[in-house]
């Protein structure tokens, strides 16, 4: 696996971390955040960040199945 590949891996694992992390406060809290896209306001949810991990857990299985 060459540096780029290895990188990109690494920060993709922090950013499961960080969803997962923000996934379990909100879902504790039971906050549900504002957010301002441009002009859309969207609702930020536990949802949100376990959608933005399996995302992300996707693609760290493809950079390591492929070679």
């Known amino acids: 696996m060459d540096e780029s590949r290895r990188h990109a891996i690494a920060f993709l694992e922090k950013e ?15 906050i549900k955040a504002d ?4 002009e859309k306001k969207v609702l ?6 376990k959608e ?7 693609v760290v299985h493809e950079l390591r199945k492929t070679k």
Do not use: D, Q
């Not at 957010?35 to 441009?38: A, D, M, S, V, Y």
């Open 16 to 30: 499961i971390k960080t969803y997962l992390a923000l996934s379990l406060f909100l879902s504790k809290r039971g």
């Open 35 to 38: 957010l301002r896209l441009g």
């Open 44 to 49: 930020i949810s536990p949802a949100f960040y």
């Open 52 to 58: 933005r991990m399996k995302e992300a857990k996707k």
